[in-house]
Every structure is written in C-alpha cells, then in structure tokens.
C-alpha cells in the first residue's frame, strides 16, 4: 500500500570546515501545505532551494523545517581596527596628559582596550559553498521523515482496508436481504387487503399494481451500485501512489449519502440497525483520512 500518514519526524547531520548543519523536520496534519522553514542569520538566501526539496516530497501537512549550524567559526572571523577612533583617543589622551602635567603612559594594549577600537566580525559565507552539506543534512532528514509517514500510513491503509471489507460484507448482506424483505411486505400487503375486503375477489392486475410501487419505494439497487462503485474506487486510491487524502474524504461524503439514501427507503428494524453501524463505519474512516497524505 502507497498511502502516507501526514504525521512524521525526520533529522539529518552533516560535516564540513569544521562546523556541523542539524536539520530537523516536523509534520502534523493539514488540509493544505503548509510550510515554515527557519534558517540559521545569514543563510536566508537558501529558503528557496530548501523550499524546492521539501515541496518536492511532501505535497500536504503542517511543515516545520529548522536549519541550525554550530561548530568552528574562526576561519570566517576577522579584526576591524577603527584608526580613526584610535587616533582621536590617543590625541585626547595627550591633551589631557599636558593639561595636568602628567606623564602620557597611554599604551597600545590599553587603546585597543577602548570601546569600538577593535570590533571582532563574522564574514559571510559563500552560499555555494554551504548548500551541499546543507543539502545533505535536508535530505537525510527527509528521508527519514518520509520512510516514517509511509510505515504509519500503512497501517492506516490497512486498517481502511479491513474496515472497507466489513462495510463492503454488510452492503452484501442489505442486498441479499430485500428479496426476502419485498417477500415479506407483499404477503403482509395481501393479509391486509383480504382483511379490508373480506370475502371479495382480489383482482389481481390491482394486486400486481400495489406490489410493484411497494416494490418501487424499496428498491435500493442504484445505491448498493453506486456504493460498491465507490468501494472499488476507495481501494483503487489506498494503492495510488499519489496523495489521496482529499479524494477519499470527498468520497466518503458520497458514501455517507448513499446509505442515508439507502436507510431512507428501507423502513425494516434489522436493515435500520446495519446502516447505522454503517455510518458509525463511516465516520472512524473519515477520522482516519484526516492524517493521510
């Protein structure tokens, strides 16, 4: 089965210069896609191209992508001396050394030790040259996430699928039972007619024309059609390998106006009671499809 839960978790790690990118993906469900993707200062320029892959997997869900990176950064870092500053220190410091008649001991460690004389700064990385192992790390990720929403969607599959089974034997059990039933209303129609009549005749055309509209107002074949038509394409979508989730939501919506239809026409206790657990079916398997891809 190719059906995908929209619930999932999936991390990835690489290595390069020193520094290590940690990517972690999060996902619930959602009627649309829905993605956020937080990225690490300075590396905005790569949401996009995180964006591709990620939307390149997964088609539906609430999405959380967070990008980190930690590790050595020293090669990046650099000293900015600020001359100007300097110079304006070191000449007030005279200044106020000859106004007091004081010896100028003013030295080059206690100048850089004035604020803003020396500023320690990151360079920006080239984004080429980030994007591969950032890429690595958001792939592994995927996959990971990926593999896990398609063993849980699995087993939703496959609990549909016995699920769809039970529907599909008491639908069979309807439809054997209204010959029985349309059986069973015409003598019942025929002991009324004869206790209303007496001793009269019954014609039969009349008799004949009364079975056939009590036939007519109990005749659900288009529904139990229309139903396992349904059936069938239900299957057909646990097995597509494109998302589903929506089509077989909408689906059951039809299935649920069938059997309404259905329960509507067949005024009977025991047909009563199997469209109700029919509906009661139905609605665990609207649940389910509410976390499937």
Known sequence: MSSKSMTGFGRGEAETNGRRWTVEIRCVNHRYLDLKIKLPKGYAGLEEQVRKHVSAVLTRGRVDVILSVSGDFSDLQEIEVNHSLA?????????LAGQLALQNDTSLSRLASYPEVLTLNQRSEALDD?????EKALLEALSTCDRM????????AADLQERLDQFAG???????RIPELLKEREEKLQERLQKLLGNVQLDPQRLAQEVAILSDKTDVTEEIVRLNSHI???RAFLASEEATGRKIDFLLQEFLREVNTMASK??????AHLTVNLKAELEKMREQIQNIE
Do not use: C
Request: charge should be negative.
């Open 130 to 134: 980030v994007w591969p192992p950032m």
């Open 149 to 156: 929403r398609s063993e849980e969607g699995d087993a939703m």
């Open 232 to 234: 069938n394409q239900f």
């Open 87 to 95: 110079t304006t220190y070191h000449d007030a410091l005279t200044k």
């Open 266 to 271: 067949i005024n009977d206790a025991d047909i």
């Open 170 to 176: 008491v639908i069979l059990e309807i439809e054997q």
